[in-house]
């Protein structure tokens, strides 16, 4: 009965290749997150979307985009990673902001 | 401005002990207040949260967490811990700034260890 699931789970690029993770949700929540987390440290919010509607977070690096074709799927996109993106990338969803998040098991992104 | 300070970093316990897992807050305005686990290679799991009402707040796992407004703390505790219970805690906050934006903000994280 997984509720948010993220794929793969283990994800390994070459140095600019860019690379896209998922993110599909069957709780019919409204907004969904994508959070980056390096080392046991807090997560990090890269973006979030109410429905349809985008938020960047004001420090995410241009080279992070994403994309919310419909309410289950959210994808992240990573045009040229860098070593210093290599972390584990962690999708959640929360029925309204101030609902508590449900959060997949994540993608840990490796670069070569 | 918001922010979520969990000071220890690591907190030993011994198994059947109680534990009490620090977290402090500072909002503008009513703190949303969340508590979540971590367990390795694996998402947050929601714990439970505080929005208004009675300050001791009971949640998944035998966890409970007691709102203290005057100290702004939110202190995660359970009666006995468990060896199953070492993870990594996360505190977080939800506030509305000026703007009307509502943001979710996580603490550093504490993790738990609970010793045989």
């Known amino acids: 009965d997984a509720m948010v699931i993220q794929n793969p789970r283990y994800q390994v690029t070459q140095f600019g290749k860019p690379v896209t993770l998922s993110c599909s949700q069957t709780?019919?929540?409204?907004?969904m997150y994508w959070y980056q987390q390096k080392s046991s440290q807090a997560p990090k919010l890269l973006f979030h979307?109410?429905?349809?509607?985008?938020?960047n977070e004001a420090d995410t690096p241009d080279n992070f985009q994403s994309r919310r074709p419909n309410t289950s799927f959210c994808f992240l996109d990573i045009r040229s990673p860098g070593l210093g993106d290599a972390a584990m990338y962690l999708c959640?969803?929360?029925?309204?902001?101030?609902?508590?998040?449900?959060f997949g098991d994540g993608t840990r992104l490796s670069i070569l | 401005a918001q922010s979520v300070a969990q000071p220890e970093d690591q907190v030993n316990v011994a198994e059947g002990n109680p534990l009490t897992v620090k977290c402090t807050y500072s909002?503008?305005?009513?703190?949303?207040l969340f508590w979540y686990v971590q367990y390795p290679n694996r998402g947050l799991q929601f714990l439970l949260k505080?929005?208004?009402?009675?300050?001791l707040v009971k949640g998944s796992y035998g966890f409970e967490a007691e709102f203290n407004k005057s100290q702004t703390s939110f202190h995660l505790k359970k009666p006995s811990a468990l060896v199953s219970d070492s993870a990594l805690y996360f505190c977080?906050?939800?506030?509305?700034?000026?703007?009307?934006?509502?943001?979710?903000?996580f603490g550093t994280g504490t993790k738990l260890q609970v010793i045989p």
């Open positions: 977080a906050v939800r506030d509305i700034d000026s703007g009307g934006y509502q943001k979710v903000t």
């Open positions: 959640a969803t929360s029925r309204s902001e101030e609902k508590p998040q449900h």
């Open positions: 979307y109410y429905d349809k509607d985008f938020n």
């Open positions: 505080y929005i208004t009402g009675d300050n």
């Open positions: 909002v503008s305005g009513n703190p949303y």
């Open positions: 709780l019919n929540h409204n907004v």
